[in-house]
């Protein structure tokens, strides 16, 4: 069941920083969204932007405009996605959220929620052997690529 709910209708992760600027600059001409899409990790980029444009199907223009994010991060392992709503709305941002506790933050692979460490991260397995070599700065890149990678 998982699987299904991360892999449906779900692109692939930006390969690059070049990619990750592209794609979330795309998502920050969304007044609703605003500039808050560059602070999702690359592996979680797929399941924003299948939540913008399931949004952009179903709630209607006007409304959608009505609303703001005030913030998308990563918390307890997981992605938080702050965004006034209404029901149909809620309820696609609720599911970006639960799909991202089995969805890499670094890669967008299927992954688990992680607690070894001192912090909660959600990664496969590859990435967390990365983590915990300590290699966390390696790590952050990965998810929060820039464009002087």
């Not at 941002?93 to 933050?105: I, K, P």
Request: hydrophobic letters at 40%; aromatic letters at 8%; glycine letters at 6%.
């Amino acid at each position: 069941m998982r699987r299904e709910l991360r892999i449906v209708l779900l692109p692939p992760a930006p390969m690059n920083a070049t990619e990750w600027v592209r794609r979330t600059d795309f998502l920050t001409s969304r007044k609703w969204l605003g500039r808050h899409a560059r602070s999702c990790p690359a592996g979680w980029l797929p399941l924003l932007e299948r939540a913008v444009s399931q949004a952009e199907r179903r709630v209607e223009r006007a409304t959608l405009e009505q609303y703001r994010t005030s913030q998308i991060k990563e918390k307890f392992g997981t992605l938080r996605w702050y965004v006034g709503s209404n029901e149909v709305l809620s309820v696609i941002v609720d599911y970006a959220e639960l799909t991202s506790a089995f969805t890499c933050l670094a890669c967008g692979a299927e992954g688990k929620l992680r607690s070894d460490k001192s912090w909660y991260l959600t990664l496969c397995d590859a990435h967390n052997k990365l983590g915990r070599e300590g290699n966390i700065h390696a790590l952050t890149r990965l998810a929060y690529p820039s464009v002087t990678e």
